[in-house]
């Protein structure tokens, strides 16, 4: 399950998507994705970070511009978990492969390896009901990862999680960030979360959303929880707010 070499550009130029009833969500969007980039994007609410990232998916096109992805294997997650509470972890986690016609002991296979690379081996024959918000995050994490993605998008996934679950998930997040190799697109309101789990943060300003700054995160990997309460991480934070701000008012 790791990514091959050198896949995993993503690229928006001068991207616009204007709704039909009007509403110009994005306008002139540049960002540039290369493999072994993790981007966050924060924005004020309704900036068009959503949109964002269903362009990059193919689920919508844009009005204006072009977006480039070097790869057909993108993996999306949302802040729902989005499982059928019916059906165990492991037939939740099989559903990706099920929908793009893999075939049955390779769509089995792959859900064993997912399930253990999320830490949830041993839980799958658990309901949805029966997990915790965390486990449930996990479980759409690993239904994703079975398709191999080459290009990761996250639209909130750890919004909805209590800090402590939402801590231990962001380092979950970067482990497979590490092993896995893929591209990775971060949507979150969090600045420090950004900060902690990425390569570069990019500040979207007010809608009609576009990148109006990117701050690069230094810091190698793996990077430990404390690095938080390090100076430089405080003042790359200060920076990414300081933007922010700005976009907002
Ligand atoms: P964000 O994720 O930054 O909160 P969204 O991408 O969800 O923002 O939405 C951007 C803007 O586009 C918002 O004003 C939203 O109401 C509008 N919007 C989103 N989807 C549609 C749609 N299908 N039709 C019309 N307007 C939409």
Redesign the pocket.
């Known amino acids: 399950m790791t990514a091959s070499v050198g896949t995993g550009t993503l690229r928006f130029a001068a991207v616009a998507k204007t ?3 009007g ?1 110009i ?1 994005l306008s002139e969007v540049d960002l540039d994705l290369a493999p072994g980039d993790f981007v966050s994007v924060v ?10 990232l ?1 362009l990059a998916s193919g689920l919508t096109a844009p009005t204006g511009g072009e977006i480039f992805a070097d790869t057909g294997k993108i993996g999306y997650v949302f802040q729902d978990p989005t499982l059928l509470e019916w059906r165990s972890a492991a037939k939740n986690v099989e559903l990706a492969g099920e929908l793009h016609g893999m075939a049955r002991a390779e769509r089995r296979k792959r859900a064993a390896e997912a399930l253990e690379l999320v830490g949830l081996a041993g839980f799958e024959k658990q309901l949805p009901g029966q997990l915790s918000g965390g486990m449930r995050m996990r479980v759409s994490l690993a239904r994703a990862l079975t398709l191999d993605p080459e290009i990761f998008l996250f ?1 909130e996934p750890f919004g909805a999680l209590d800090e402590i679950t939402r801590l231990r998930m962001q380092d979950e997040l970067q482990r497979l960030f590490r092993t896995q190799g893929f591209t990775g697109l971060f ?1 979150t309101h969090s600045v420090t979360e950004a900060v902690y789990l990425s390569t570069r943060v990019a500040v ?1 300003s007010a ?1 009609p ?1 576009r990148i109006v700054r990117e701050v690069d995160v230094p810091f190698p990997f793996p990077r430990s929880p404390e690095i938080r309460y390090h100076a430089d991480f405080a003042r790359i934070a200060g920076e990414v707010s300081a933007a922010l701000k700005e976009a907002s008012s």
Do not use: E, Q, V
Not at 43 to 52: I, R, V, Y
């Open positions: 709704f039909d009833n509403t969500a924005g004020p609410s309704g900036c068009g970070k959503s949109t964002l269903r639209d949507i979207m809608r959303g």
